[in-house]
């Protein structure tokens, strides 16, 4: 029984550690707006496929605010780094940017964020 035991929160530390899972439950509230693949289908804001490392206002088939155009033209790419910045507060990274979503002031939904959005 004993061993039974052992063997299962074993398992279930391996398989944690194998996977690295994302907490998805952070990117509900950006749902509504994007999308983690290619096709953004009809939704109000760009999808963001591998985002980290892509150009800023990468999306070819979005239409961008000036804003976030002219970050693109200036060579700006989504790093972690920047990326975290922007979630903190867009409009203090992008003034005159179209996003009407809230800032993330908790630290730890924007890590969640940078795992869902890039990778680890
Ligand atoms: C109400 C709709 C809406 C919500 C909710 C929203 N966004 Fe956005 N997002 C947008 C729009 C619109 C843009 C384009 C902004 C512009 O052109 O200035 C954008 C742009 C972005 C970009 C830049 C994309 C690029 O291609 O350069 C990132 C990154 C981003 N959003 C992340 C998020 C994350 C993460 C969340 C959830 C915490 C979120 N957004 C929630 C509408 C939204």
């Not at 070819?60 to 507060?89: C, H, I, M, N, Q």
Request: aromatic share 8%; glycine share 10%.
């Amino acid at each position: 029984m004993r061993f039974w035991i052992v063997a299962a929160a074993f398992m279930v530390a391996a398989g944690g550690v194998r996977a690295q899972p994302c907490n998805m439950a952070a990117f509900e509230p950006c749902q509504a707006c994007h999308v983690l693949t290619r096709d953004a289908g009809q939704k109000p804001g760009p999808q963001l496929a591998g985002l980290i490392g892509r150009p800023v206002a990468g999306d070819p088939a979005f239409d961008y605010s000036p804003a976030l155009r002219s970050a693109r033209d200036k060579g700006d790419v989504w790093t972690r780094e920047r990326l975290e910045d922007f979630l903190t507060d867009p409009e203090a990274m992008y003034p005159g940017q179209w996003m009407g979503s809230p800032p993330i002031r908790d630290a730890r939904q924007r890590t969640d964020l940078l795992c869902v959005l890039g990778g680890r």
